[in-house]
DNA sequence: CACAGCGCTGCAAAGGTTTGCAATGAAGTA
DNA sequence: TACTTCATTGCAAACCTTTGCAGCGCTGTG
């Protein structure tokens, strides 16, 4: 095993010696429950006391448990994110956001990754639900039904999903499905393919449904190929087919099957954006970095994550769980108010869309070239369409 | 705001009825003690009692409250994991394989992402420290001896940082720079570059050291230019500069800044690998997507993530934070053996280096092309290693 | 028969915090 | 002066679970 190198030394060290609010207490001559209001309810507090107090809680370094208090208060102040593949480039960004929200709202993040296996979805509610507050389900993979039942169990909000009665963040993926099927129909393209995501992919339908219904409106014929598994290798995986198929352009579930399909077809000889034209879906930061660029549809995946967190937090504020009195059944019957919010998506046309079999040749080019409307996670759409969405 | 769209419905919910123990026990016509120990210690209870309690508590729903539990124990069953940067592609696989290996132990993993800032990384460690029953802190900015400071307040493990006295899981990027440079000198290569990532970070400094040493014997000169962004914006801003300075090779601190420097040079029209030749480190999957396929020295990341949280885990057992007993200074002076480990780096040869000005004429190309010596996290590192390495 | 040992179970304390209630003292009002 | 009000603080229960100890009925041994 050559592979690793290892040295071991032992050393001294202090074991951490918990210090609680009763060594301030002690410390400060008060009784706990004064220290404890100092944190939880100052203005309860005389301000001489209160200074002396977090004086001497600075002095011990003491910082509230809050496995303790959430076992009085029935909050955690977690929240777990579920996520179908941390390694899917679509999702960090996604992450980042909704953990620097929950963050700025004092708010921590439990990450799950369930690799697309809604077995694993549903087991890590049920291990989540005591610890957390709330759980963000991104694009689960399991039925709208199970949703359902587990939302009874920790308060939920799905992204890239829609389950009637729940609170759910999609992005508009069906409009920029439509988009990109105008925008290639207006290139000249008449033959176009759809390379089809996962089964059990909201997403997946939406742009199916919105496709085919665009496909139809601009008089080109739509062929799905798929389903397939959403990586690069799912879209190289069909470029072969791709190429039997006879299309002239495609639209891919998301910008990874799109990369992946590039170089397939690279690999077979066929050029892009020359022979075929690929549009991708998500703007991942990598779809502008290959060659050709990918023209894509790009998702605020920020503003869900964002809007998410502030969804679920609200939806919770409102209905504190559990706690108190919890004789018999509680609060059984409250009445819930639940948002659904559509994010915006838009198109970004870069390289690898190009002029297809039936483009006039007067305007060599039907839509804007270069930039054009290109605006990836623009800052009209985060937070502030966040709290209306919220609001209403 | 015409970016989203907000639907609202009310409807009838269940909160959550919290089941406890206490539940199961009147359920099951025994104490509470018993049900306990159904979960905890199964062999303390006679089995006809057990399947009763389980089969009880299988229709109650019941899930033991770990918050409850680690109030007793100490031991929470969760370990955080401070992040430089989620987005930044290197970080994504080592997080699943944390987080994998993690709750194959029957851990949970709190994951914070600290953009890069030593500030936050400090917060966040005493913000997780009674959550969780350590932390993993991967690519840390802040000084050795802030952590060491830290790592008396909750058991850390680093990586990506050689901090003496605390378990370390280290990448041989020493061994990574060196044949990168030894590629690049057998390639014809006399003036190479060496894009610095950022200062505070102990790969930097490592590869630094390496690549002087690796120069300075193959007879090459060495540029360092830096410190930088480890993004691809890092990179692409340094492209200018890199052609003024006239060397034909350079090898970054990162995939992300090499991708970013090819396109700053292809914007400049200088083409790669043909007039200079690139080195990134990492292997991240983009590497092999974008045009020209990047040389780069692959870390195990995924390994590095597991090897971490079994370190980690290690510790953990053998020495039982607080608990039962903790009247003054209990367990001052702990004798704990921490072991550092080293996991080795691969060069993989693909398209972004080719022969410099001083190549010989023979053979065009003085290294093995293609597919090559490629072996990115390949099987033979990861948990067999792990495990001699803890064990020692 | 006395007693030890065993398998199983109940009892109650402990863990750190929050919070309703009561007690204290002082100031304000009539 | 007697009474109310208010700000401040202490008391103790409660949250859910684990765990050392003791008790129970029984069997086996001396």
Redesign the pocket.
């Known amino acids: 095993m050559g592979h690793t190198h290892v040295t071991a030394t032992t050393s001294d060290e202090g074991a951490a010696v918990?210090v609680?609010?009763?060594d301030v207490a002690r410390a400060s001559?008060?009784?706990?429950?004064?220290v404890?209001?100092t944190?939880?309810?100052p203005h309860?507090?005389?301000?001489?006391?209160r200074v002396r107090v977090l004086a001497c809680a600075e002095d011990l370094g003491?910082r509230?448990?809050r496995a303790?208090?959430a076992?009085?208060?029935g909050r955690t102040h977690n929240i777990g994110l579920i996520i179908a593949d941390i390694a899917n480039p679509f999702f960090p960004p996604l992450i980042k956001a909704a953990e620097g929200q929950a963050r700025h709202r004092d708010y921590h993040v439990f990450v799950a990754d369930t690799n697309e296996d809604p077995t694993a979805e549903e087991e890590l509610v049920h291990a989540l639900a005591k610890q957390v507050d709330g759980v963000l389900l991104c694009s689960p993979r399991m039925s709208n039904s199970l949703i359902e039942q587990l939302s009874r169990e920790v308060p939920l909000v799905v992204v890239n999903r829609q389950v009637t009665g729940l609170p759910c963040v999609l992005m508009d993926v069906g409009q920029g499905a439509r988009s990109a099927i105008e925008h290639l129909v207006g290139l000249g393209h008449r033959s176009i393919a759809l390379l089809g995501g996962p089964r059990s992919s909201w997403t997946n339908r939406e742009m199916r449904r919105a496709a085919n219904a665009a496909a139809r409106a601009g008089g080109a014929e739509l062929t799905v190929l798929g389903p397939n598994a959403p990586t690069e290798v799912g879209g190289s995986a069909v470029a072969e087919q791709v190429r039997r198929s006879g299309v002239s352009a495609v639209l891919a579930y998301n910008d990874l099957m799109a990369i992946g399909l590039i170089e397939g077809l690279d690999a077979l000889g066929v050029r892009v954006p020359q022979e075929v034209s690929v549009v991708g879906v998500d703007d991942i930061t990598l779809s502008r970095l290959t060659r050709p660029k990918l023209t894509t549809v790009a998702t605020p995946t920020g503003a869900a994550g964002r809007t998410a967190v502030d969804m679920l937090l609200q939806q919770d504020i409102e209905s504190p769980r559990?706690?108190?009195g919890?004789g018999a059944g509680t609060a059984l019957g409250v009445r819930r108010t639940t948002a659904q919010v559509m994010l915006q998506t838009d198109l970004v046309i870069r390289d690898s869309t190009g002029p297809g079999p039936y483009a006039r040749p007067a305007r060599p080019l039907a839509a804007p070239r270069g930039p054009g409307p290109h605006c990836p996670a623009g800052p009209g759409i985060p937070t502030a369409a966040t709290g209306d969405a919220v609001a209403s």
């Open positions: 918990p609680t609010i009763r001559g008060v009784h706990i429950s004064t404890s209001r944190f939880s309810a309860l507090v005389n301000p001489e006391t003491y509230p448990n303790a208090r076992l009085i208060t559990g706690a108190r919890s």
